[in-house]
């Protein structure tokens, strides 16, 4: 059973397999699984990872079911474990789940004879949006190892953050990291953000994510997107080949001056479009290997 709940289970070689798939898939390679359904199930808001996984869907022959958690057995007390045995019982191919609960998938793992995807485990792990991040530095520079990249902002909440921390340094990226001190993850050692944008070819800012902060944070937002953000002077700064990628949804003058949200060294909307075809191959991996 060919899970994806955290990237740390997968090789280099493995991610550069998947890497390809994605890439075969955007140069418009068909594959098609008639009859299969898949549900998602998004306990946590999502735009981008749950429609574009069912875009990935769609463009595989998949039906989707997407379950609203309103009005689910969920507002009954059913446990996550019960509710996924609902989909199998009822014949799905495969589960996509987002839910606050860090790790939550170790409840169902070996439990299930259908894939669960991990569409993102609260502060845990984003294996696909990490996955459509490398895809999208690969296509831009050709290559991933010996990149530097800087990854700035709420490290603290963002399962994106340590995802791409993680096999970005497996991958031989230097990965440079700057924070405010009270979305500092103490895991990490962190560098000056005024020094770092010069040096870096790619820049991912992060979303400052309010809603898991326990208190909101002491800083205007004019203050964080100076000491903390991408602004037009940082934004000057960088080097000519350099990019911006940002997982979104996007705080317009927090982390990132809006008007360079659409600059030409954003890659925002490129990574959401790349998504939609890594997710077609984590798909594929999953049934293929079922
Ligand atoms: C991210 C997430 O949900 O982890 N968004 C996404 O999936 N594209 C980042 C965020 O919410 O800030």
Do not use: W
């Given at each position: 059973m060919k899970n994806l709940t955290t990237l740390k289970e997968?090789?280099?070689?493995?991610?550069?397999?998947?890497?390809?798939?994605?890439?075969?898939?955007?140069?418009?390679?068909?594959?098609?699984?008639?009859?299969?359904?898949?549900?998602?199930?998004?306990?946590?808001?999502?735009?981008?990872?749950?429609?574009?996984?069912?875009?990935?869907?769609k463009k595989l022959g998949i039906q989707d079911i997407n379950l609203n958690p309103e009005a689910s057995s969920i507002k009954k007390g059913e446990t996550l474990y019960d509710t996924v045995k609902t989909f199998e019982a009822?014949?799905?191919?495969g589960v996509v789940i987002r839910a606050s609960e860090v790790r939550y998938?170790?409840?169902?793992?070996?439990?299930l004879n259908i894939p669960v995807l991990n569409g993102g485990d609260g502060a845990g792990d984003h294996p696909t949006q990490s996955l459509l991040d490398l895809m999208t530095i690969r296509e831009e520079f050709g290559r991933l190892e010996g990149l530097k990249v800087l990854i700035l902002g709420d490290i603290r909440f963002s399962r994106v953050a340590?995802?791409?921390?993680?096999?970005?340094?497996?991958?031989?990226?230097?990965?440079?990291?700057?924070?405010p001190e009270p979305l500092k993850d103490p895991a990490y050692d962190y560098i000056d953000c005024n020094e770092a944008f010069a040096k870096v070819d790619v820049a991912m800012l992060l979303r400052v994510q309010h809603e898991r902060h326990e208190h909101r944070m002491n800083m205007t937002q004019e203050e964080y997107l100076t000491s903390y953000g991408l602004n037009k002077t940082r934004y000057a700064?960088?080097?000519?080949?350099?990019?911006?990628?940002?997982?979104?949804?996007?705080?317009?003058g927090w982390e990132i001056d809006g008007?360079?949200?659409e600059s030409p060294k954003s890659r925002i909307f490129k990574q959401m479009e790349n998504g939609v075809y890594v997710r077609m191959a984590v798909i594929e991996r999953a049934l293929d290997h079922a």
């Open positions: 997968l090789d280099l070689e493995e991610i550069t397999h998947l890497l390809d798939r994605a890439e075969a898939f955007k140069q418009g390679e068909k594959k098609s699984y008639a009859n299969c359904v898949f549900a998602n199930l998004f306990f946590e808001p999502s735009t981008r990872t749950q429609n574009s996984f069912i875009m990935a869907q009822i014949g799905v191919s998938y170790e409840e169902l793992v070996g439990k340590k995802t791409n921390i993680e096999v970005m340094r497996r991958l031989g990226m230097e990965v440079f990291i700057c924070a700064e960088m080097q000519e080949h350099a990019i911006i990628m940002h997982p979104a949804p996007f705080n317009r008007d360079l949200v």
